[in-house]
């Protein structure tokens, strides 16, 4: 059975940090990029962060570029993405995917497999 379990969510001041983990089982994760998707209350969910397995390239989205770091543990078949300076307009829930192959670039359509998401609240 796929699975993919995102955490680390919670409540957090603006500039403040969090780190979200994505544990994958149920297929190979060397086979799929991994990618952090957001959505927030009303809005579309977006693309946040991707991470490719065949070479380790990212995608962020423009809004987190310099703020956001995702990274992967293929021992612990893991993708974390860290979030500093976090600001309110960051707060959604938050999932983690599997992409349909080894890249990633932050494309709802090019994902396979979901987990359930994370919140991440952010207060002013």
């Known amino acids: 059975e796929v699975q993919l379990q995102a955490s680390g969510g919670g409540l957090v001041q603006a500039g403040g940090s969090l780190r979200l983990s994505c544990a994958a089982s149920g297929f190979t994760f060397d086979d799929h990029g991994i990618g952090w998707f957001r959505q927030a209350p009303g809005k579309e969910r977006e693309g946040v962060s991707c991470?490719?397995?065949?070479?380790?390239?990212?995608y962020y989205t423009d809004s987190v570029k310099g703020r956001f770091t995702i990274s992967s543990d293929n021992a612990k078949n893991t993708v974390y993405l860290q979030m500093n300076n976090l600001k309110p307009e960051d707060t959604a829930v938050y999932y983690c995917?599997?992409?349909?192959?080894?890249?990633?670039?932050?494309?709802?359509?090019?994902?396979?497999?979901w987990g359930k998401g994370t919140l991440v609240t952010v207060s002013s």
């Open positions: 995917a599997a992409s349909a192959s080894q890249l990633c670039a932050g494309d709802i359509y090019g994902m396979d497999y």
């Open positions: 991470i490719s397995s065949s070479d380790g390239s990212t």
